[in-house]
């Protein structure tokens, strides 16, 4: 008994190891797609972007004035979120929130900006609403942000 009580365990532990590689996989996968779809969207638009460590692209419009904020910053932000395709998803005007609770894209994106600002974002699934449905929004999305920082307090 004992000894079968072993063999389950490790046939536990390797089928749920394996189902950590196959979606680690399928997220590798996606961000491979969304990149490309950001790269042949750049194209077709003669947009120049710098791509961050976070895996954003950027394009700073306005830099704004300094300082900058930070993560743990309050921000007010006025933002228009679009898919690649041009359809509007939404636009928000001076939304007020700790700049860490917005998508990860956004808290990447905004430190790049001082007060007065404004960003283009081009975002992969993962730092958005990743690979599951968000309202409207359908999973594995990439999205496009613009973003003016209004204003905000440490």
Same mark, same amino acid.
């Given at each position: 008994m004992k000894k079968l009580l072993i063999l389950l365990s490790f046939l536990i532990i390797g089928l749920s190891s394996c189902q950590k590689v196959y979606v680690s996989k399928l997220r590798v996968q996606q961000a491979a797609i969304d990149d490309q779809k950001i790269q042949d969207y750049m194209k077709a638009n003669n947009i120049t972007a710098t791509k961050d460590a976070s895996g954003v692209y950027y394009k700073i419009v306005n830099p704004g004035t300094d300082p900058k904020p930070i993560t743990t910053s309050t921000v007010k932000l006025t933002y228009t979120t679009e898919y690649l395709n041009g359809i509007t998803i939404g636009k /928000?005007? &001076?939304?007020?929130?700790r700049l860490n609770t917005y998508v990860l894209a956004?808290?990447? &994106? /905004?430190p790049k900006i001082g007060t007065g600002?404004?960003?283009? !974002?081009l975002v992969p699934s993962? !730092?958005?609403y &990743?690979?599951?449905?968000?309202?409207?929004?359908?999973a594995n999305s990439v999205i496009l942000y613009t973003l003016? !920082?209004?204003?905000?307090s440490n």
């Amino acid at each position: 008994m004992k000894k079968l009580l072993i063999l389950l365990s490790f046939l536990i532990i390797g089928l749920s190891s394996c189902q950590k590689v196959y979606v680690s996989k399928l997220r590798v996968q996606q961000a491979a797609i969304d990149d490309q779809k950001i790269q042949d969207y750049m194209k077709a638009n003669n947009i120049t972007a710098t791509k961050d460590a976070s895996g954003v692209y950027y394009k700073i419009v306005n830099p704004g004035t300094d300082p900058k904020p930070i993560t743990t910053s309050t921000v007010k932000l006025t933002y228009t979120t679009e898919y690649l395709n041009g359809i509007t998803i939404g636009k /928000v005007d &001076g939304s007020t929130a700790r700049l860490n609770t917005y998508v990860l894209a956004i808290q990447a &994106g /905004v430190p790049k900006i001082g007060t007065g600002g404004r960003i283009i !974002l081009l975002v992969p699934s993962a !730092l958005a609403y &990743g690979d599951a449905d968000h309202g409207d929004i359908p999973a594995n999305s990439v999205i496009l942000y613009t973003l003016d !920082l209004d204003g905000f307090s440490n």
